[in-house]
C-alpha cells in the first residue's frame, strides 16, 4: 500500500466511524486513525517477510463486507472448494493454533496467516529494544474476528484499494474490478511462499524457499497455479455465461487438516514415484521427485517422506525390524537454529536404494508415506490424534517371482 492510498483508507475509516458514531465522540477517530498510522509506520519498517501480506483494505463499493461467505453467495463453487483449502484454515489449523500460542512472536505468524490488518485483533507499532518477541502492540479498533478466522481469506488475495483485482479485470456491476499482473504469474504466491530470515539469539527461524527450489528447477516456465489451481470452464460468478478459470482447492501434501476435510485427492496426486525391482539379492528401490515443481517435501521444515520396507517368512512373519528411509530436512533448534541435513529430493531427482534380502525371506512389503510433522513435535504439542500423515504408496510381492505384485499410488 503506499501512502497516499494509506491516507485515503483512513479517511475512509475515519468517516465510517463517524457515521456510526453520529459524531458523539469524534474524537475517536482521530485516535484509531493514528492507530493505524502508527502501525503502518513500524510495518513499513520492517522486512518483506515481516509485514501483513494484505495491509489494510476497504470494503469495495457494491459489497457489503470482505467475508469469504459474502463473495461466496455469487461466486458459490469457488467458495466451496476455498472453504476446503489449507489456506482457509490457516488461522483454526490445530498445529497453528498450539504453536502460535506458545510464541512471543505472533505478530509475525499474523502476517502472512491472517494477511489483512482488519483480521488482527492488535497492530505492532513497535519492539522493546528491538527485541521481535517484545512487541508493543495497540488494539484494532474495528478488528473483524470472524474474518480472522477465515485465514488467506478471499479479499487477502483479492481486495486491494477498493476494488477487486484479478487475473483479467472483467467487468461487472457487482463491484469494481482492476486486472493485476501478479494473479498470471507466481508472485501472487510468493509473497508468503518465498521468505527467509533468521533471528540471531532465537530458537525460529523463517523457511518458506518454495519460490528458490522452483526458479533453479525444470519447471520454472509453469506458474505455481499451473499445478495448484486446476484450469476449469464454468460460470464464475451465479448467473454468468461460463469461462475459462481456475479452481480454488490449492491441493498439496493431501494430508488433511481435519478427517475427511480438504481437496479431492485426484486434483494434484503425489509427488513421489516409486519403483522397485527385485534381484536374487536385493530389492532395487528408485524413489524419484517425479511429479514436484519444487523439491519434495517442500516447505515447513518438519514435512518428512517415510519409506518402510518389510521382509517376512515364509509364514508371513516378519523377518527383523522395518528398514526406514527418511526424506527431508533435519534441523537442531536449540540453542540455536541449524540445519544439520536435508536430503530431499529436486525436480526428477531420482535415488537408488538397494536393499539386500534377508536369508529366509519370501516376501516383501513397501509403504510410503507423506508426514506434516515430526512424531516428537506432535507429542511436545500435545496434538495427539491431529491428523498429520497419509499413505502414498504401498507395495509388496513374492520374492521367488521376478516382478512385483501391481500395487503403486493409493487415492
Ligand atoms: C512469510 C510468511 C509466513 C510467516 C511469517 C509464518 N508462516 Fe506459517 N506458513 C507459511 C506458509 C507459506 C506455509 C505453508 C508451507 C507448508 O505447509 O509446508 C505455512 C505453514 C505453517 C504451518 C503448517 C505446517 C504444515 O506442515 O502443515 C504451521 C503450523 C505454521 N505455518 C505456523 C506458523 C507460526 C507459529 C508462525 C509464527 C511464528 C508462522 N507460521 C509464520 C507462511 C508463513
Ligand atoms: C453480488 C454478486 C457478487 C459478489 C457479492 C461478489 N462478486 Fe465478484 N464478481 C461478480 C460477477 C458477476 C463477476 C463477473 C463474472 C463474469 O462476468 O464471469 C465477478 C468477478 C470477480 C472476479 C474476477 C476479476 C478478474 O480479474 O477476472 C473476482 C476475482 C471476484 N469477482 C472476486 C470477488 C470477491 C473476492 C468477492 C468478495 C469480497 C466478490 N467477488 C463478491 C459478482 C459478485
Ligand atoms: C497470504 C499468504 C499466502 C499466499 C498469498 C499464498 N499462500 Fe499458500 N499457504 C499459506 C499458508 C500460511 C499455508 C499453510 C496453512 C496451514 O497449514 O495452516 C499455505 C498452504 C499452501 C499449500 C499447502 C497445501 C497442503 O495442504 O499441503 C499449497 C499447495 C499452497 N499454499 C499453494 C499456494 C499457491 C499456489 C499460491 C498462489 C496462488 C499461494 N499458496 C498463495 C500462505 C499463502
Ligand atoms: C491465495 C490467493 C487466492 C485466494 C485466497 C482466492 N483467490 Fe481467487 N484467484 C486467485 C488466482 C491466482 C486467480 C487466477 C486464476 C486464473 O489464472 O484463472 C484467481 C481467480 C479468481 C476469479 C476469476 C475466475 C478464475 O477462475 O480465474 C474469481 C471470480 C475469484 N478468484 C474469486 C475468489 C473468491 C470468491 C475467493 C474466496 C472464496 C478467492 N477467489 C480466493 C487467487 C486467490
Ligand atoms: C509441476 C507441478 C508443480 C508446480 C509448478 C508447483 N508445484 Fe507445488 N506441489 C506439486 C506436487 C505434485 C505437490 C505434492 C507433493 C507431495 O506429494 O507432498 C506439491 C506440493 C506443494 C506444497 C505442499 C508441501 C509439500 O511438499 O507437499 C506447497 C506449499 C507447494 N507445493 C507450493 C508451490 C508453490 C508456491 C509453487 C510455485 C512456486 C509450486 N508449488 C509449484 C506440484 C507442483
Not at 519447471?219 to 478459470?245: D, I, K, L, N, T
Not at 525436480?347 to 510433522?373: N, Y
Request: hydrophobic letters at 35%.
Amino acid at each position: 500500500m503506499t501512502r497516499n492510498t494509506l491516507f485515503l483508507s483512513l479517511l475512509v475509516v475515519g468517516a465510517l466511524l463517524l457515521a456510526e458514531r453520529d459524531g458523539a465522540s469524534s474524537a475517536r477517530p482521530v485516535v484509531e486513525a493514528e492507530a493505524l498510522e502508527r502501525a503502518h509506520d513500524f510495518y513499513a519498517g520492517r522486512p518483506r517477510e515481516e509485514r501483513p501480506q494484505a495491509g489494510w483494505q476497504a470494503v469495495p463499493a457494491g459489497l457489503s463486507d470482505l467475508s469469504a461467505s459474502s463473495c461466496g453467495e455469487c461466486h458459490t463453487e469457488i467458495y466451496q472448494e476455498w472453504r476446503l483449502s489449507t489456506h482457509a484454515q490457516a488461522w483454526t489449523d490445530r498445529q497453528f493454533q498450539t504453536e502460535i500460542a506458545k510464541s512471543g512472536n505472533r505478530w509475525l505468524c499474523r502476517n502472512c496467516h491472517t494477511p489483512l490488518l482488519n483480521q488482527m485483533p492488535v497492530w505492532a507499532v513497535g519492539l522493546e529494544q528491538g527485541d521481535v518477541e517484545r512487541p508493543v502492540y495497540v488494539d484494532n479498533p474495528r478488528v473483524d474476528l470472524a474474518l480472522r478466522d477465515e485465514g488467506i481469506t478471499c479479499a487477502g488475495c483479492h481486495v486491494r484499494e477498493g476494488a477487486i483485482e484479478g487475473p483479467t479485470g472483467i467487468e461487472t456491476a457487482a463491484h469494481p474490478t482492476r486486472r493485476a499482473e501478479r494473479f498470471n504469474d507466481e508472485t501472487i504466491c510468493l509473497a508468503c511462499h518465498q521468505a527467509v530470515r533468521s533471528y540471531p539469539g532465537k530458537d525460529f527461524v523463517c523457511v518458506f524457499e518454495t519460490g528458490e527450489e522452483w526458479r533453479q528447477g525444470p519447471y520454472s516456465r509453469q506458474s505455481c497455479q499451473f499445478c495448484h489451481m486446476q484450469p476449469v470452464v464454468r460460470a464464475q460468478a451465479v448467473g454468468e455465461p461460463a469461462r475459462q478459470g481456475r479452481r480454488h482447492y490449492w491441493p498439496g501434501a493431501g494430508i488433511y487438516k481435519r478427517p475427511d476435510f480438504g481437496p479431492p485427492l485426484d486434483q494434484l496426486g503425489f509427488g513421489l514415484g516409486v519403483d522397485v525391482e527385485v534381484t536374487a539379492e536385493a530389492l532395487l528401490v528408485r524413489l524419484s521427485n517425479a511429479a514436484a515443481g519444487h523439491t519434495l517435501p517442500t516447505g515447513d521444515p518438519e514435512r518428512h517422506i517415510q519409506v518402510e520396507v518389510t521382509f517376512a517368512d515364509v509364514s508371513g512373519q516378519a523377518l527383523g525390524e522395518a528398514l526406514r528411509i527418511r526424506i527431508g530436512q533435519t534441523w537442531e533448534w536449540w540453542p540455536e537454529p541449524r540445519k544439520l541435513a536435508d536430503n530431499r529430493l529436486s525436480p526428477l531427482e531420482e535415488r537408488l536404494e538397494t536393499i539386500a534380502r534377508p536369508p529366509g525371506a519370501t516376501s516383501w512389503t513397501l509403504v510410503a508415506s507423506s508426514h506434516r510433522i515430526s512424531r516428537e513435535a506432535l507429542e511436545y504439542h500435545d496434538l495427539g490424534d491431529y491428523p498429520a500423515a497419509r499413505v502414498t504408496h504401498r507395495l509388496g510381492g513374492e520374492l521367488d517371482r521376478p516382478e512385483p505384485i501391481p500395487g503403486g499410488p493409493v487415492g
